[in-house]
């Protein structure tokens, strides 16, 4: 059985309104992009916020130039659209008039992987907008590595064992892997800084049952004002993750976001806010450009394809954190231009704010002890 690619690949090519979401004719230019392909498997055209969102299956293994370029060229088409329509920022995330074999570092966000399906094989796509790539330290971490969050972790002795977790550091360009039960806490105190140490992927540890160079989770690490020196928009970040039979539970997988927790890059990129679980039609963001919203989307692989995606948030068990996380949002929204809920200076490099410190150098005056 050859081995099959879940790809996501994501870009604002332009909001309506403003940065609140996708025009439906962008969806139309992509669904028809993707399903004139003969390279995909499968694929998804869908929208979180203002980001359009590619989910697609196939056997070109990862990072392949013929699915990179037809992403691509998808961008190209929709951006093309919008620029029609006069949408919002049209091509805001496309950095680079030139494809050169593969999308990394041009703007778009991937988060994908490589794997043998099994029997059978839920896997959930998770979407973000208004946030940005370590927004996924939480609640990947707490899927498989929190017992408090996963039952199996304590009486499924298949996922007893612990994983292993690739984590970059995006401000310098280097990575580690580090193995859970025994590093939390060493790793904890790189994840918890989630602007600088994200979680890249999971793998199985070479004792458990599934392969352990295939990985079962995989995020996004694209940092937008990283790739083009100045900012841009807010690199709001995808992650797929596999569940059951050894790995976290779906009910597993979905308990992290029961928690509406604080994540960057809500109004402007410059501010915290709480994270609102969302059904694909609540996939807006309107209230200060947020609340930062997450979505789910689940399927069952079968023969490389997949049928129509479950809308997992789509469910009255998450109304209470929508209601907790809108709380949250008031109390942080009457802190106005205060830190926390401003981001600190070193975050707001790429704003103007370093235009309003530049005039301003000028009048602060030594002050005499
Ligand atoms: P699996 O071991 O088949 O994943 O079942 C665990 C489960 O879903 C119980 O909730
Ligand atoms: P996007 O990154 O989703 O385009 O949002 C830009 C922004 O900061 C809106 O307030
Ligand atoms: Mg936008
Ligand atoms: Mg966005």
Redesign the pocket.
Known sequence: MSKITFSIIKADVGGYPGHSRVHDDLMDVAEKELADSDVLEDHYVTHCGDDLELLMTHREGEDSEKIHSLAWDTFQEATEKAKELGLYGAGQDILSDAFSGNIRGMGPGIAEMEFTARKAEPVVAFLMDKTEPGAFNYPIFKMFADPFNT??LVI?P?LHIGFRFEIWDIKKDKKIMMETPEEIYDMLALLGAKGRFVIKKVYPKEESKLPADEPVAAVSTEKLYQVAGEYVGKDDPVAVVR?????P????VLEPFAHPYLVSGWMRGSHNGPIMPVAEKDSQCTRFDGPPRVMALGTQLKDGGFDQPADLFDDPAFDTVREESANVADYMRRHGPFEPHRLPLEEMEYTTLPSVMDELEDRFEEVED
């Open positions: 039952a199996g499924d298949s569940s059951q039979s050894g790995l539970a779906l009910g597993e």
